[in-house]
Every structure is written in structure tokens, then in C-alpha cells.
């Protein structure tokens, strides 16, 4: 199976900040990559899809990138409705599977 | 508008099997997979794996052959997993969502929470 590490597990940022959130597989997964945001109690949401391409709705601070093993998930200046948890999943072999997530949260 | 209705929470016996339903509206419901993904209270995701409403086929993680099993119903535009032989570890939210064959998940269902206790 592929192993998506994400990093950091948490981090904590003021708003108007600019976050970044890695994310690196196991093995090369050609930009088979997306991002999704989850509040709690709720489902999660799809921000990026194909590593770099964003979902319809999706506010323009929000912006993938990357290739081969390394993925990145940027924001720009943070909100407070960004406060969730973040997870990476690579569609590119199966089984597919997840990073372990980043908690982002208000300084 | 896309949507992915789940069934209600289940509190279930060690050993016992539930079946939890999907319901899909607002697109076509064949031409989109459903997948089934596994979240364990505070923890990350697992992908259990997926049904294409349309020919019926099946993939599952290897994690999870035995223990889940999908089935869709085209009229009703519903797709349902049942878990089996269940266990405390399978407490978890399960949550439905839609995709391509080889894709991302665009849509999600509101999850399912399961509860095995005795």
C-alpha cells in the first residue's frame, strides 16, 4: 500500500496568516492527489483535486501543489472558517489511502 | 444539487451485522461510483472500497474483504454496505461518497455512526 505521511499533525496560525500543509507518498503517485477540509462533526469536503486543480466553490485561497512523492496544500490568508482538520488521499494505486490529517487552529 | 442521504446510527451487539444505506440524488445515479470510507472516532480515513451502480462490480481493500460488502439498488438510487462479524474496532462513522473509477471524492454522504458495545 501506498503510505501518505502528512505534516505537521497540527499547527496553530493568526488569521491573515499564509498555511502550508505536506503531504508525502510512499512512492510516485503522479499527481493523483486530492485535499479535503473536515470540520468536526461533519463530512469531509473536497478543496483540490489532480494535486494542483480546485473544486467548484472553493475559495481562490486555497491552492495545491507539488508532484511525484511531495504535495503541498497552501492557504492564504487564513480565516476562521478554515479552522478543521485537513487530510491528503492518493487515487493513484490501490488500495487508496489517506495522510493521517493536520489539525489548524486559531493562535 | 448533488446529494448522498445516509441512514440513521446503529448501536450494535459484538458479532452482529448491519446495513447501512446510501441514497443518491440530483445526478445520474450509474454514472458515478459510490465508495465507502471508514473513520474511526478522532483518527484519519480509510478507503473500504467501492461499487459502480451500473454494471455492479466490486472493488474492496484487502482490509476489509470479508468484513464489508456492497450492493446497490437502481431503482431507488440507493447503494448499501454490510459489515459482518462485527467487533469493537469497527466502531467508526462510515460515510458514502461519489467518484469516478479512478478519482477523487466530490461528494459525501452526512456518515453513519456505528456503535459496537454490549
Known amino acids: 500500500d501506498i503510505q501518505m505521511t502528512q505534516s505537521p499533525a497540527s499547527l496553530s496560525a493568526s488569521l491573515g496568516e499564509t498555511v502550508t500543509i505536506e503531504c508525502r507518498a510512499s512512492?510516485?503517485?503522479?499527481?493523483?492527489l486530492a485535499w479535503y477540509q473536515q470540520k468536526p462533526g461533519k463530512s469531509p469536503q473536497l478543496l483540490i483535486y489532480n494535486a494542483n486543480s480546485l473544486h467548484t466553490g472553493v475559495p481562490s485561497r486555497f491552492s495545491g501543489s507539488g508532484s511525484g512523492t511531495q504535495y503541498s496544500l497552501k492557504i492564504n490568508s487564513l480565516q476562521s472558517e478554515d479552522v478543521a482538520s485537513y487530510f491528503c488521499q492518493q487515487y493513484y494505486d490501490y488500495p487508496w489511502t489517506f495522510g493521517g490529517g493536520t489539525k489548524l487552529e486559531l493562535k | 444539487q448533488v446529494q448522498l442521504q445516509q441512514s440513521g446510527a446503529e448501536l450494535v451487539k459484538p458479532g452482529s451485522s448491519v446495513k447501512m444505506s446510501c441514497k443518491a440524488s440530483g445526478y445520474t445515479f450509474t454514472s458515478y461510483y459510490i465508495y465507502w470510507i471508514k473513520q474511526r472516532p478522532g483518527q484519519g480515513l480509510e478507503w473500504i472500497g467501492r461499487?459502480?451502480?451500473?454494471?455492479?462490480?466490486?472493488n474492496y481493500n484487502e482490509k476489509f474483504k470479508g468484513k464489508a460488502t456492497f450492493t446497490v439498488d437502481k431503482s431507488s438510487s440507493t447503494a448499501y454496505m454490510q459489515l459482518s462479524s462485527l467487533t469493537p474496532e469497527d466502531t467508526a462513522v462510515y460515510y458514502c461518497?461519489?467518484?469516478?473509477?479512478?478519482?477523487?471524492?466530490?461528494?459525501w454522504g452526512q456518515g453513519v455512526m456505528v456503535t459496537v458495545s454490549s
Open positions: 512512492e510516485d503517485i503522479y499527481n493523483g
Open positions: 461518497a461519489r467518484g469516478l473509477r479512478r478519482a477523487w471524492f466530490d461528494y
Open positions: 461499487i459502480g451502480p451500473g454494471s455492479g462490480d466490486t
